[in-house]
């Protein structure tokens, strides 16, 4: 049945699909990605062969790593209940694949009966051409359509797919784009240009991570004149695979709270970063004393809720504002968001989890993990108010719903959005760093024997098991001033990963301190 399966041996290691699809050492992925092409044609034909997505990227991971994962029609993450069926194929011996897939096809009953539609691409990973060989074959013996995208980054990949799947008609109000690299360039360009102008005179300096961001950020100054937004790249080599997310990107930035070694920042000057496959954003600068501020993921939601909803006020609309974190959110963050009279909704970690929430909760819904990863959606209640809308509010409105990637978090939209607000707002850096002062903080992991017998609820804010040690996480909190510490497994590793804050770095020390007393006895 599969002509190719062959070429694809699995390997003995075992796979799991989780937040970010499959993701590991690029020499152990290639069975892997080539059974994700058997499946996302599946998939299609389920959907009755509306168009599917694969991306192939590791993100912010090393450059030995690489990944892959399915994107559903509508430019959101695989449907959730496929995670599971993804890996069921994955880790199936290569005697029992087509078993396993035969299986995994009925339970599912395809009532499409054509071959499907796949679209994919990659980041500027050395591994990424080989994998995107064995994703192929897939499709080849699915005998699926198969839409090579060629470099993208992930968002572009999610954009694309969502297009595909869109009316054609730029009249319909579920027209989303034109599905191609210059229809997402310019619908942004377009949407900046009517928020901001044309002599708008802003600039920004973009660290790529040595990723695909950077020709991407290169193409994108293209669309935009320079008198409106001057864009200058930066950790931008992409030939030398090595560089790519090393001591540079968003990931490096918020993890060490300092810039990449490649920058000298300006005083009172506004910097972002990418990850490898920007759909992560973190800004940052320094102030006159040369001190460094990052502005990460929380301050971004901070700060696009709050114009967001001047803007729905302004336009005199009834529409639902509200913000969606995780635990790793600092709490001064979500006591300012509540501040500016928005509810504020708390889920597991993982987009995908904050991207339902945000869907479901909220008609104009802000979510950003503290990584940087995140965007704004907005329900079709309120994009038919803002297309309706004669205000000016309502027009900007209009205008970052088409600015903003409602599909996923979006290095570019996200950050022309900011500088969007930032402009409209007349605001310095420092101006949105002083909304809130952040608590001390830190995230520290531990390696343990079983990391399965840490089970969370409340959003993973407490424990239920082991039993009795979030009873001392509690006491150990209740010890300082704005004390709080939580534990969770990682999905990934044999570590649980600790996040504590409070009112000052010796408080902070002295609660990390504590809790990692009562962990203990589960270290390996």
Known sequence: MFAHAHAHPKPANTFAYGTAGFRTK????????????????????????????????????????????IVDPLGNMMDQAWEALATQLANAPDSELEATFEAIKAQVQPTYTGAGSVVFARDTRASGPALIAALKDGL??????????????????????????????????????????????????????????DTAGIAITIDAANGVGAPKAKLLA??????????????????????????????YVKTTISPPPALTLVPNTLYCSFDGDADRIVFYYA?????????????????????????????????????????????????AIGALGVNVTCTPTGVKHLHKAAHENYDVGVYFEANGHGTVLFSDRALAAFRAADAPAGRLL??????????????????????????????????WDAMYTDLPNTIRKMEVADRTIFKT??????????????????????????????????????????????????????????????????KA
């Open 287 to 335: 102030d006159a004393a040369g001190a460094f501020h990052l502005l990460d993921g929380d301050r971004i939601a901070a700060l696009a809720t709050k114009y967001l909803k001047q803007l729905v006020a302004e336009a005199g609309l009834d529409l639902a504002v509200g913000v969606v974190q995780t635990a790793y959110a600092n709490g001064n963050s979500t006591t």
């Open 140 to 197: 080849a013996d699915m005998g699926a359509t198969a839409i090579d995208m060629g470099l993208q980054t992930t968002p572009q990949l999610h954009y694309v797919t969502r297009c595909l799947n869109s009316p054609t008609d730029a009249a319909d109000a579920a027209y989303f784009g034109q599905p191609t690299e210059e229809g997402y360039f310019a619908k942004l360009a377009a949407a900046f240009g009517a928020i901001v102008g």
């Open 398 to 431: 209009h205008s970052f719903g088409e600015l903003i990637n409602q599909t996923v978090g979006d290095s570019v939209s996200d950050m022309l959005m900011v500088l969007a607000i930032l402009h409209k707002l007349g605001w310095a850096p420092g101006d």
């Open 26 to 69: 690029a020499d152990l992925l290639d069975s892997v990605v080539y059974r994700t092409g058997l499946l996302a044609a599946l998939r299609s034909a389920v959907l009755g062969g509306q168009t599917v997505g694969v991306m192939v990227t590791a993100s912010h991971n090393p450059p030995a790593d690489n990944g892959v994962k």
């Open 457 to 522: 609820t409340n959003a993973e804010r407490q424990l239920v098991a082991p039993e009795g040690l979030q009873a001392k996480i509690d006491a150990a909190n209740a010890a300082y001033p704005a004390g709080r510490c939580f534990v969770r497994a990682s999905g990934t590793e044999d570590v649980i990963r600790v996040y504590a804050e409070a009112a000052t770095d010796a408080d902070l020390a002295a609660l990390v301190a504590n809790v990692f007393d009562a962990l203990q006895p589960y």
């Open 222 to 251: 293209e669309h935009i004149p320079a008198a409106a937004l001057a864009i200058t790249v930066v950790n931008d080599d992409t030939a030398n695979c090595d560089v790519l997310n090393s001591r540079c990107g968003a990931d």
